[in-house]
């Protein structure tokens, strides 16, 4: 069900209209934040990122650093007009560890066959160096309208976790599935594909195990809801 559908204002309204009427400080940082999480459509990311440069305007308020650099991904990820400036315009604002990290996660954020397969390559292989590095490029590959694109990745990553997990360091296997599971998408065949990994893996797999049962149990909740919210429609 999108965006809110069915549940009166849609979240991003919502959550725009909190902001514009938020009285303290506190309160305006939480709505700001929930604003740009919920904004998935150029409509809404193309305010925040007014409101970012100054054309909008909320008294009382400004977007923090990592406010800034969340709403440039999406620039990124939803492919909108002006996304390479507004990138470079927070890497020149912020040229701090964070900066590189946002950086690395905008680059896998691109919606191109091309980038992604070389990232992909990159995961698999020698990763990015440091955890926070790899958590990073990693948290900006998967994106829910990118699906399409990404099809062919659901298959490599229920592929190629097994194998990370074998062959790399805890840290390194435990973000590599953190990053590249695809919660993204909610149904039945990534559930089948979940349940079907954990019977395969071994008793010395326990992280792997571990972690698929948390999957599977959000995924089960999900699928459910999703079932229960179209008796309602």
């Excluded at 592929?159 to 296997?173: L, N, Y």
């Excluded at 998408?185 to 049962?213: A, G, H, P, Y």
Aim: net charge neutral; with cysteine; charged share 25%.
């Amino acid at each position: 069900m999108a965006h809110g559908e069915g549940f009166g204002l849609p979240m991003f309204e919502a959550a725009q209209n909190c902001l514009a009427t938020a009285k303290t400080n506190d309160e305006k940082i939480i709505w700001g934040r929930a604003a740009v999480g919920f904004a998935i459509s150029e409509k809404d990311i193309t305010w925040l990122g007014n409101l970012a440069d100054g054309k909008e305007l909320i008294t009382g308020f400004t977007l923090d650093q990592d406010m800034r650099w969340a709403i440039a991904t999406k620039y990124v990820g939803f492919d909108l007009a002006g996304a390479s400036a507004r990138v470079k315009k927070e890497q020149e604002q912020d040229p701090s560890d964070r900066g590189t990290r946002a950086q690395l996660r905008c680059e896998t954020s691109v919606a191109s066959s091309e980038i992604k397969q070389t990232a992909w390559e990159r995961f698999v292989a020698e990763g990015y160096g440091s955890r926070y590095l790899n958590q990073a490029a990693m948290s900006g590959f998967n994106w829910t309208h990118q699906r399409e694109l990404l099809k062919s990745y659901v298959g490599f990553f229920f592929e190629q976790v097994p194998k990370v997990f074998q062959e790399r360091d805890r840290e390194f296997a435990t973000v590599f599935y953190s990053g590249l599971y695809p919660a993204y998408i909610v149904d039945q065949d990534i559930l089948e594909r979940s349940q079907e990994l954990l019977k395969k893996t071994t008793t010395n797999q326990t992280v792997l195990q571990r972690m698929l049962r948390e999957s599977i149990d959000v995924l089960e909740r999900a699928i459910k809801c999703q079932q229960y919210a179209r008796t309602q429609m």
